[in-house]
Structure formats: C-alpha cells, structure tokens
C-alpha cells in the first residue's frame, strides 16, 4: 500500500481505488482495465468502475485519456522523471584498441527522456581513455553511454575488432565496415577476421574538473 495520508476530500470507496491503482501500476507497469476494477470491487458492472473513477478525475487526483485503454495517470506524476540506473563497465580506450577486460565499475542515474531511449533499453556507460575522438568532442575523462543495438553507418561505438575494444566511428565503405577514428593522427582500422559492434554511443557525459 502507499504510504500517504487519505485526502479528506475522498470518499473511503474513492481511497480505496487510489491506493489499488497506484499498487496496480507498481507491480504490473500499466493502470488496470475498468474490468478489472469491477472484479477487484465487485462492482455491478463496468459503469461503476468508470463512476468511480470519474469521480477521482474531476477531484484532480488522475487524468483520463478519451478512447485510450487503461489511460490513467496521476497529475502530481507526470513531471517526474523517470531514472534508471545504467551499469558502468570500466574504461574503454579511445586511442587504439586494446585488449581491455569489462568487468562492472559501479553505476550513473539517468532521466531516460533526457537520455532519448525507451523505457525497455539495453545500456551501460564506459569511461574513455584516449584522445583518438577529441574531434568528435569527446576527451579523456568522459563517460559515454551505449544503447545495445544494431549501429547505423557514421555512428559512434565501442567495438571490438579482432579482439581488442576500443570507441569509433563506424563507417561502412562498399559495403565493408571499419572503424574510423575522429582524430588525424590515428588511422583506420580495418578488420582482418571480425568486428563486433556492443554497443552504439547515445549520450555523453562530462565531468565537472
């Protein structure tokens, strides 16, 4: 159950229904059918289910989206980030590659919607060591996040090429992926038996020094 005062403006009926939508959505990740509230009440009938919470809509306590299935969100709520902890898996060399070892170093929180990826998304942060993409504005120091996904040419990702990782751009060329470095000094590096992408960079973060 939430721990939270009853609002004196609510019924005991209409309090109920609070609680068991927000304990609804916390353990299943959506708002439950107005079926589903008729049986959990035993109600007479949907139309009850949908007074009921009629009723908590016009107190301002949730909102209703017309035409929507299970369309309910509570005002106070959709403000509020939604932050989820990305693992960090050491240091990955932007330079050239070498053979790193990833073991979990710790985590970052991050707003997804300040990240720009779905709820659902496959990522972790690496620390970069390197100057190898200084004219990509990323330097020795920052922390950059990959989403596990299939890269798209010119993308930024950590990789590993015949065995050792290290953070490129991603070219394709006739048909033939290399990794490009965004610095003049270091070369292409073109792969003799295989390049595995893990991941494609999708934020980075600098450190205040």
């Known amino acids: 159950m939430i721990a939270a005062n009853k609002d004196e403006s609510l019924t005991d009926r209409q309090t109920e229904l609070l609680h068991y939508l927000r304990d609804y ?4 990740g959506v708002m439950p059918s107005t079926r589903e509230i008729q049986r959990h009440f035993g109600f007479a009938s949907q139309t009850a ?9 016009k107190k301002g306590i949730i909102q209703r989206y017309a035409g929507k299935a ?3 969100v509570f005002p106070a709520d959709l403000d509020r980030p939604e932050v989820i ?33 779905g709820r659902n998304a496959r990522t972790f942060a690496l620390v ?21 996904r299939e890269p798209r040419p010119r993308d930024i990702v950590a990789a590993l090429i015949d065995g050792e990782t ?9 048909g033939v992926p290399y990794l490009k470095a ?10 003799v038996q295989e390049l595995v992408i893990q991941g494609v960079m999708v934020a980075l973060i600098r450190h205040a020094r």
């Open 182 to 191: 965004e610095n003049a000094a270091y070369p292409d590096l073109i792969p």
């Open 85 to 117: 902890d990305i693992p960090v898996y050491g240091h990955i060399p932007a330079g050239f590659a070498v053979d790193v070892p990833q073991r979990q170093d710790g985590s970052i929180s991050l707003d997804i919607k300040t990240l720009g990826v």
């Open 25 to 28: 959505q916390r353990e299943n």
């Open 128 to 148: 970069v060591r390197g100057d190898s993409m200084i004219d990509a504005h990323i330097v020795s120091g920052d922390s950059v996040v990959l989403e596990i």
């Open 49 to 57: 289910a949908m007074s009921h919470l009629r009723a908590l809509e």
């Open 70 to 72: 299970r369309a309910v």
């Open 166 to 174: 290290t953070l490129k751009r991603y070219i394709v060329r006739n």
